[in-house]
């Protein structure tokens, strides 16, 4: 089992060590919405050249599949990067790390897609003076995100 107390706080600590340890770059952080399992996460992102940024996210949620099935402990990694389209959009592409927790399957089996630790976000967004509305999207999970955050 993920130590996800230790683990998360690990990650925080480690994310704000990055974003002030050059405050001169453009930084995002953003608070994630995954509808699909209720989640509730981060999001940074910092420029690495006036067209690209890198970034990082990670959430928890659980998921409830109609009335038979739930994940329980849901805790979702991504890394990766957006290119900014013009001055005020940008498009994202992330590869993901999924962790799950219990699983209770009662009638059926959980889909191995829905199950399968690994699988890519393809994102989009816009920029609204200091802040950035962001969707993301997940074709082989057919999950989603919307991020909103404040960029400085």
């Known amino acids: 089992m ?6 998360m706080k690990t990650f925080i600590f480690l994310l704000l060590s990055f974003v002030f340890a050059d405050l001169s ?3 995002t952080i953003s608070f994630v919405f995954q509808p699909t399992d209720l989640g509730l996460g981060i999001r940074y992102d910092r420029q690495i050249n006036p ?5 990082f996210s990670i959430s928890y949620g659980n998921y409830k599949l109609g009335n038979e ?9 991504s890394s990766g990067l957006t290119f900014k389209i013009n001055e005020t959009s940008y498009l994202s592409i992330a590869p993901s790390y999924h962790f799950y927790g219990k699983q209770t399957e009662i009638f059926t089996p959980l889909p ?12 989009c967004g816009v920029y609204l ?7 993301c ?3 082989f999970k057919w999950e989603s995100s919307i991020n909103l ?3 400085f």
């Open 25 to 27: 770059a453009q930084n």
């Open 2 to 7: 993920w130590k996800k107390e230790r683990d």
């Open 112 to 123: 191995e897609a829905v199950i399968f630790p690994y699988s890519i976000d393809f994102g």
């Open 129 to 135: 003076n200091k802040f950035r509305i962001g969707f």
């Open 51 to 55: 067209i690209n940024d890198l970034y």
């Open 149 to 151: 955050g404040i960029w």
């Open 69 to 77: 099935s739930s994940v329980k402990d849901h805790i979702k990694i």
């Open 137 to 139: 999207f997940d074709f």
